[in-house]
């Protein structure tokens, strides 16, 4: 079975007592940002942080936060002298911890003023958890709450952290899963080169953190180790489901309580009774084929990325793939090794994001800083956030003056545009393969990729091509182009993502009065923060409606917040005594036109290029057009006054 078990990391308590040459290794392989403010935390010395050497702004997109030459010299100086002083003190932390006026000063060497925004402030300090756990419910059921019932659906990342604050709080739930183990879409998506692309010491659980990731961008394999693990640690297997699949949920007006009928892993069907649902059921898992004529007529053997057949061997074969985006171009470049040629389709070409460490091992004085350094990692975890939170998230709003807006939207994504372009075409000595490659509509109007050199250097291999003509059909023996040009072929395989903008599909929702959710969103989901719908009392989504991102962030931090508001909202139920909670229309129909007239002003609102961001509607379903900080304010304790409680 793929997945290895990494475990959490325990606190680290071994004194440092490392040779010079372990610390002067550490202090070369690591970004020196993060390690002076552990040392300035952990020793308490004053002249660890000077401002000469914070981060700037600029500095966010650049490697060492924009320290180079003698700044970075000076940097890397401060800091192995300080760790060796930390070293023959003992090297154990004997400064108290640092109150909230150090936590600043400390924090703005790498935020710079932002530290003194009283509304960062507790997003950052939230994000740091150096308590441990600040999200965490600060509130247990009781007596009859305790009776109060739970349905997650999906067991994916959203499911089990949902399941393990509700654990917490002492509240019953049951997760049904329609796969036989946990992990979702890392269960799911076992295609060759699968691997995260937010930078993985950020991308794990704020409460559950494996500090020494074996890479940068850890592989699919690691990652479905994690959320094994961490549900075997937490015992929420237990409470799970498996090759159970929800068929529909039905909301009783009567008893205010929730009826699932589900079908068992033996076809039996039978009903799950709850007071709330959850559904955890993310954005990506449904896998949708293309409307391409002919997808069935080929004899030869085809398959989607999401659902991969690992018995269909590629040795020698003649491999045509459709699409270009995320998964596509995480497979093309392994398959291409063993394949006899690949044929790569592709409608829309890819920015990319240069990213050098995208396959590497994280370096070997890092790691050691990782596992050794007390503190070290959460300010490292710390670093990523800045640094990828809302790194780029100035560069890709809309300037309404700014024309024309074909290529980019504004002077800072035209700037954007040119240094990613130069680094593309930089890669590529053709160029006729140049003008396919580099993208012609503004960056982040969708999803941007990361780059090590390894895409384009595959798409110049002798035995791939790029074919950039639309496809007319797929034939008994190929694919047909619209110039006639027939491309032979032993496999097909289909990189064409998922049914993003239909949320919650297959399931049937019928929410309060027999209102069927489908029939009321009629191809246009919408919920509140993303997460309730007016009409649909105790039924909670994650990751629903207008909350993915784009340029900024981790997924796993929107759906901590999600969980962190639903938990919150049980507690205000229980706090009440009422049995409902159901959104308020009127405040569910003012967050959503403020939401639609904002993802306008970005990138992806305002560009005409194919995505998965915006439903059949022509509208961002799909994008949250704000900061990560926004959405934690936003979802850090329910306003009673949006809700109707019975
Ligand atoms: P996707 O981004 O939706 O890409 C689908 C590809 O198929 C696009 O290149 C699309 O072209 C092409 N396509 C669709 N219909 C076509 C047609 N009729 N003819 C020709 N080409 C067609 O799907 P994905 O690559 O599976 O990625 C989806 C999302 O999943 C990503 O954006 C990301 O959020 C997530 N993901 C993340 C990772 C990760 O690194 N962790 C990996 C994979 C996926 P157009 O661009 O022209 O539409």
């Known amino acids: 079975m793929p997945g ?59 490697d060492q936060g924009g320290l180079d030459g003698e700044r970075l010299e000076e940097a890397r100086r401060l800091a192995r002298d300080a760790l060796k002083r930390f070293r023959d003190g003992g090297g154990v932390v004997t400064a108290p911890p640092p109150d909230r006026t ?124 994690y959320f094994r693990a961490f549900a075997d640690e937490h015992g929420l297997r237990e409470n799970v489901r498996f090759s159970t699949e929800v068929l529909s949920a039905t909301f009783s007006d009567a008893d205010g309580t929730w009826s699932l009928r589900v079908r068992g892993p033996d076809g039996a069907e039978d009903t799950v009774t709850a007071n709330a649902v959850i559904s955890a059921v993310g954005q990506l898992n449904r896998p949708r084929w293309p409307d391409i004529d002919g997808i069935s007529d080929f004899t030869g053997p085809y398959f989607h990325s999401a659902e991969w057949d690992h018995d269909v061997s590629l040795a020698g074969k003649r491999v045509v793939v459709i699409g270009t985006g995320a998964s596509a171009y995480q497979f093309i470049p392994e398959i291409a090794d063993e394949a006899a040629e690949v044929t790569v389709f592709q409608r829309t070409p890819p920015w990319l994001v240069p990213t050098a460490n995208y396959h590497d091992d994280v370096a070997e004085g890092l790691q050691w800083l990782l596992r050794h350094l007390p503190h070290f990692a959460r300010w490292y975890r710390f670093w990523q956030f800045v640094r990828s939170a809302e790194g780029l998230i100035g560069m890709v709003r809309v300037d309404p003056d700014w024309e024309p807006k074909d290529v980019s939207v504004s002077a800072e994504n035209e700037m954007l545009r040119q240094m990613l372009a130069a680094a593309m075409e930089a890669q590529v000595a ?38 950039t ?48 959710l489908h029939e009321h969103w009629d191809g246009d989901a919408r919920a509140y923060l993303g997460i309730t719908v007016p009409g649909f009392p105790n039924f909670f989504c994650v990751y629903g409606p207008n909350t993915n991102i784009v340029v900024n962030g981790s997924i796993i931090f929107f759906s901590e917040c999600a969980v962190h508001y639903i938990q919150e909202c049980l507690k205000l139920l229980f706090d009440r005594g009422a049995r409902t909670l159901e959104c308020r229309r009127d405040v569910h129909d003012a967050f959503n036109a403020k939401v639609d007239a904002d993802n306008l ?46």
């Open 469 to 516: 003509e639309p496809i007319q059909k797929v034939v008994d023996t190929g694919v047909i182009t619209r110039d006639g040009t027939r491309y032979e072929a032993d496999v097909i395989i289909y990189g064409t993502g998922f049914q993003a903008s239909r949320f919650l599909t297959p399931m049937k929702v019928v929410g309060s009065g027999g209102v069927d």
């Open 4 to 62: 290895e078990k990494p475990q959490v990391t325990a606190p680290i308590t071994a004194p440092v007592s490392a040779d010079d040459a372990t610390l002067e290794r550490a202090v070369a392989d690591a970004e020196v940002h993060p390690l002076l403010q552990t040392l300035a935390h952990i020793t308490g010395e004053d002249g660890l942080l000077p401002e000469h050497l914070r981060q700037t702004p600029e500095g966010v997109l650049a």
């Open 102 to 225: 150090r936590l600043r000063e400390i924090m703005r060497f790498a935020v710079g003023d932002a530290a003194d925004d009283d509304d960062l402030l507790p997003v950052l300090t939230s994000e740091l958890a150096l308590d441990g756990d600040p999200d965490a419910p600060t509130w247990r059921a009781e007596g009859e709450q305790t009776r109060f019932t739970v349905a997650i659906v999906g067991a994916g990342m959203s499911g089990l952290m949902a399941a393990y604050r509700l654990d917490q709080a002492g509240v019953p739930y049951v997760i049904i899963e329609k796969n036989d183990d946990v992990g979702g879409t890392w269960l799911e998506n076992g295609y060759p080169g699968c691997r995260v692309d937010v930078t993985n010491h950020f991308y794990s659980y704020s409460f559950a953190r494996l500090e020494d990731w074996p890479q940068y961008f850890s592989t699919r394999d690691v990652l479905l180790g």
């Open 601 to 646: 002003g970005m990138s992806w609102g305002a560009a005409d290029v194919p995505t998965w961001y915006k439903n059949d509607r022509g509208r961002v379903s799909q994008n949250w057009p704000y900061s990560l900080a926004e959405y934690w304010h936003r979802t850090h304790g329910p306003d009673p006054a949006d809700f109707t409680f019975t």
């Open 430 to 467: 053709d160029p006729e393969l140049a003008a396919k490659v580099v993208p012609r509509y503004p960056p982040a109007a969708k999803r941007m990729l990361r780059d090590n050199g390894v895409w384009l250097a595959t798409l110049q291999r002798d035995d791939v091509h790029l074919a």
